[in-house]
């Protein structure tokens, strides 16, 4: 199978809240996990289902422990791409993939930003040791 990513992906375990569009179930928010993310899209996981060509809007913090900087706030609008059923500890969750649409901050500043942050863990790994 061919990759067909537009942009780099970085593992940083980040909190995330996803509003959907329409509501969904009358919820305003749920808060997911996130387990990749890059300039262009985002994977994490739910206990709620979503549906392929789901729309929602997904909002993250980026701390200044990640990018040694300041906090960069992205606040997007989305849509899902693919959805698998993924282990999660001793359950079972819902892996979502999902393309950023719309977005607050420019990709450029989003793709630096996480770079930054990749390296910086990388860094901080490499010092560990």
Known sequence: MR??????RYRLPLEAVLTPAPLYKG???????????????????SDEPFSIGAKFGFSF???T???QGSEVE????ARVVRVDEVQRG????IGIAAIFEESRVSPVAVGFA???ADL????KTKSDS
């Open 3 to 8: 990759d067909r990513r537009a942009a780099d």
């Open 27 to 45: 919820t305003q928010f749920f808060r997911v996990k996130v387990c990749d993310i890059s300039a262009s899209g985002v994977y994490f996981t």
């Open 61 to 63: 913090t980026l701390p």
């Open 65 to 67: 422990e990640i990018t």
């Open 74 to 77: 992205i606040d997007t609008k």
């Open 90 to 93: 001793t359950g079972k969750a």
């Open 114 to 116: 996480l770079h930054k």
């Open 120 to 123: 910086n863990r990388d860094l």
